[in-house]
């Protein structure tokens, strides 16, 4: 079973996506595709990608399918920072292959393995690890306590 959700917090400029289970480039293609669509996107949002479920199944040309739909976008092209949260090398592989290949955006990207390194990358003003995980809870659908 794949997951794909992602919340908008305006308050805080910030994008967080979350991924479960085995996805491919398409899958988060149609992802981003809906962040884009939603009321509150804002391109210039910071955005954490939470990949540590998830299996990022891709195929030899993949990796140049999402550059390209990125490149052809210009919704995506704003400034901010982006940080993915990882816990598999192929992973961190990936996220930093697809940051060379998107060099020329103003794009600030990191990849991380922890939810503080996350937050300290970020640096936003009322974003904290207690709270990051508390919106990555939520969007994986387990309750908070």
């Known amino acids: 079973m794949i997951k794909l959700t992602f919340k908008i917090i305006r308050e805080l400029n910030l994008i967080v996506e979350y ?4 996805i491919t480039v398409h899958d988060i293609i149609r992802n981003k ?7 509150d996107f804002n391109k210039d949002a910071n955005v954490v990608l939470d990949l ?3 299996n990022v199944m891709f195929e030899k040309d993949d990796m140049q399918t999402l550059v390209t739909f990125f490149k ?4 995506f092209q704003g400034d901010k920072k982006a940080v993915y949260l990882t816990s598999k090398p192929q992973e961190v592989v990936n996220t930093m292959l697809f940051s060379l290949k998107v060099g020329e955006f103003s794009i600030k990207p990191q990849t991380v393995s922890t939810i503080e390194a996350a937050v300290a990358f970020m640096h936003i003003d009322g974003l904290d690890a207690i709270r990051l995980d508390a919106i990555l ?5 387990i309750s908070q306590l």
Not at 137 to 141: I, P, S, W, Y
């Open 19 to 22: 991924y479960q289970g085995d």
């Open 33 to 39: 595709k809906a962040t884009i669509q939603h009321p």
């Open 52 to 54: 540590r479920d998830a």
């Open 72 to 75: 052809s976008n210009s919704e």
């Open 137 to 141: 809870g939520e969007l994986k659908g």
